[in-house]
């Protein structure tokens, strides 16, 4: 019983460990294609509470969403938030890899404002039939 209970908490830290990597180079790859003039508006993904109702069976007890704050110093549209993230939900690995790591939902906000858009993650895995 030890053994089962030690093993637990040990998967439960790679994973944090797994999460905070995939945040970590999201930021990097960001910044370098805002600073290299490839993206037009600076991304930042954090992890949020996520939507209670977009849960499943792989989400992680605590905090659940995958958040990306988009900084254009003005009031994002509607339109622009779903392009945003339009781009993340399109690439099924990442989708994949959110989802293994324990995110159920995408958010899309912008850094003024207090509208954004959400993703349930599992709607958008592609998988072949």
Known sequence: MFANTW?????????????????????????????????????????????????????????????IQAFKGRTLSKDELVSIGTVIISNAELVRKLIVLGFDTLEVHGDVGAFGCRWQLKDYMQLSE
């Open 7 to 67: 093993n637990a908490i040990i998967d439960w830290f790679r994973d944090r460990n797994e999460r905070g990597k995939l945040v970590r180079s999201f930021n990097d790859a960001a910044r370098l294609a805002f600073v290299n003039g490839v993206a037009p508006t600076l991304l930042k993904a954090t992890v949020s509470k996520g939507e209670k109702a977009y849960r499943h069976q792989f989400s992680d007890w605590l905090n659940t969403g995958f958040r």
